[in-house]
């Protein structure tokens, strides 16, 4: 950034002689470093857009010839591998994944907001750390175990407590996913909690207020956004969890009509399927098809977090 | 201190609720944080208990036999390390590189703040999304065949966000006077940032990357249908071959093995989960100790 647009003249009047001309060696190193640094820094943009256009790609197909956006969005038959008549319904699909995220929310949300208010404001020292390092192993156990724990730990579970034929269902995939969520929301807001100026606390407290109303009154009101933010990158990825669905929730295409019904989400049908399908055959390219909703729909949930979380950092 | 001052300070009956609704929601609160980490806590302590019985030298360096419903994990076990290190080499200097932009070039402008969001996207969009991109990209498109490469190639796509977070924190916890004395001596930018930024923080980048290996291991659906297998006889040779992998080898355990010894599962997934936490905790251990060493 120092010389590189200045005319010669200039550099040997600022430099005083050509000895301090810059352009050398470690000059063109900079610059051809600054050039591989910018490539590595909008890699992450170049493979956003990659992801979209390649999925996009493989999945136009369906979308121009054979999608009836009708029967795609708002039947649930989902019957993609008769020979005659393949169906391509999602709406099952979508109430499976609605169901289990929803569910999954209502358990995360409130607990691992109370756990965030606990660490951030309630604990301290050795315990709040402990804590900290707790919820963070939480988040780092694959989704595939999870799917397993659904399996093996709560399907029996739920089958003695609550005398169910079958317990891979939407209550055992919401417990799951929302356990499996709880820890990375957590993580976030506290993060959020943490990034309210402590000049706020300390301004509460001297006008006597106890902890609990410094952050009922004080802090959470500051901490609004990032909290949001953090709840919809939780739904965001809730949504998009795969193997603990595909597991847990006994994978059988149908809209639930109470808790211990089975149901299949989106994305657990791609992964069950896209193994047995053709290259660039329909149902191929309808399995890309939801993938291109998958990815919308996560983005924008994304998008809007990004620009909450956002919001306040500029009021 | 005097009567008066003391009946001054003496706690009114408002005091007293005040201070009981704060124990309430101090209990409450606590019991929250300690309903989401106790069942999982049981879980963990049930997968040990049942995974540790099988769990043996021979258990780990032994292949699959009967149509692996007995024997080892030593293929998935191998194929997962090589996924992971191939993984590694390519998200590794992409990811340093593009922390390093956003750290210590990018302005606050809204180019910058594409960048974020992409990489955000980047670590949220679904797993199963990165699967389809590594399938119509890397296996298709690029004609690598469903192996190794395309596989790694896609985890490292997805895991690339572990890597710029923690290195761009890394970078920016190095004081900005640290720069500034070295651009005053007349080195270039880049100088400045080999001499001086990195290698003090080149220990927190470490962390980040440790942190990466136990996200990629872990990860299951996008190494389905580009390059992991649900068995193979044969140990990977080249990053052009197949392989098995740890997470999806307990994935075929649990759902499409009939008759398999029920611990048998259980092994793997303790197996998976020890090498995920074991990284993790070294991870955390590696950045808490870093903190305690930081001298400014």
């Known amino acids: 950034m120092a010389n590189s647009n200045t005319a010669p003249g200039v550099a040997m009047a600022a430099g005083g002689a050509g000895a301090f001309d810059r352009r050398d060696l470690d000059w063109y190193v900079d610059k051809a470093v600054q050039a591989i640094v910018f490539l590595c820094g909008i890699s992450a943009i170049v493979f956003v857009l990659g992801i979209f256009i390649f999925v996009f790609k493989e999945g136009i197909g369906f979308i121009v010839e054979h999608m009836n956006f009708r029967e795609f969005f708002l039947t649930p038959y989902w019957f993609p591998s008769d020979a005659d008549d393949p169906e391509y319904g999602i709406l099952a699909l979508m109430a499976g994944t609605a169901s289990v995220t929803g569910l999954a929310m209502l358990v995360a949300v409130p607990f691992s907001l109370g756990a965030a208010i606990y660490i951030a404001e309630f604990a301290s020292g050795k315990t709040r750390e402990t804590l900290k390092v707790l919820v963070e192993l939480l988040a780092a156990i694959p989704s595939v175990v999870w799917g397993f724990i659904g399996l093996v730990i709560m399907n029996p579970l739920i089958i003695k407590w609550f005398d169910v034929p079958v317990g891979l269902c939407v209550l055992n995939a919401g417990i799951i996913l929302g356990l499996m969520a709880a820890p990375i929301m957590t993580s976030i807001a506290e993060d959020a909690l943490k990034a309210v100026p402590d000049r706020y606390r300390e301004a509460a407290e001297a006008m006597g207020a106890t902890r609990w109303q410094v952050t009922y009154k004080v802090v959470l009101p500051a901490a609004k956004n990032g909290l949001l933010g953090g709840v919809l990158l939780g739904v965001g990825r809730g949504f998009g969890e795969t193997m603990a669905v595909l597991m847990a929730t006994g994978h059988a295409v149908n809209i639930p009509d109470s808790v211990f019904d089975s149901v299949r989400a989106l994305t657990a049908t791609i992964a069950a399927e896209l193994g047995e399908t053709v290259v660039g055959g329909e149902h191929y390219q309808a399995l890309f098809t939801i993938g291109i909703l998958l990815f919308l729909v996560t983005f924008t949930v994304n998008l809007t977090a990004d620009l909450i979380v956002r919001g306040i950092r500029k009021g | ?296």
């Open chain 2, 1 to 296: 201190m005097t009567t008066a001052n003391a009946a001054m300070f003496h706690a009114s009956s408002l005091n007293h609720r005040n201070a009981r609704v704060q124990t309430l929601y101090r209990i409450l609160f606590g019991m929250m944080t300690l309903m989401l980490i106790a069942p999982v806590m049981l879980i963990l302590g049930t997968l040990i208990y049942k995974g540790g019985a099988v769990i043996s030298w021979e258990f780990l360096f032994t292949a699959p036999t009967d149509g692996m419903r007995t024997g080892g994990v030593l293929p998935a076990l191998l194929g997962t390390v090589w996924l992971v290190m191939v993984a590694l080499l390519l998200s590794v200097p992409i990811g340093v590189f593009a922390a390093i932009y956003l750290s210590e070039y990018a302005g606050d402008n809204w180019f910058t703040r594409i960048i974020n969001l992409a990489i955000i996207n980047l670590a949220g969009v679904p797993s199963i999304v990165h699967a389809l991109f590594g399938l119509g990209a890397f296996v298709i498109f690029f004609e690598f065949g469903t192996s190794i490469l395309a596989a790694s190639l896609t985890l490292a796509v997805m895991t690339m966000p572990v890597v710029i977070v923690a290195t761009r924190e890394s970078l920016q916890s190095v004081p900005q006077a640290f720069r500034e004395a070295c651009w005053n001596m007349g080195a270039t930018r880049w100088q400045t940032i080999r001499k001086v930024v990195l290698p003090n923080s080149i220990t927190g980048i470490l962390t980040g990357v440790i942190l990466e290996v136990s996200r990629t291991s872990g990860e299951t659906a996008p190494i389905m249908f580009t390059g992991a297998v649900f068995f193979t006889p044969f140990l990977p040779q080249s990053v052009f071959d197949q392989t098995m992998a740890l997470s999806l080898h307990l994935f075929v355990a649990a759902t499409q093995v009939p008759g398999i010894a029920e611990e048998v599962p259980f092994g793997i997934a303790l197996v998976l989960i020890a090498l995920v936490l074991l990284m993790n905790s070294a991870s955390i251990a590696f950045r808490m100790w870093l903190r305690g060493k930081k001298k400014w």
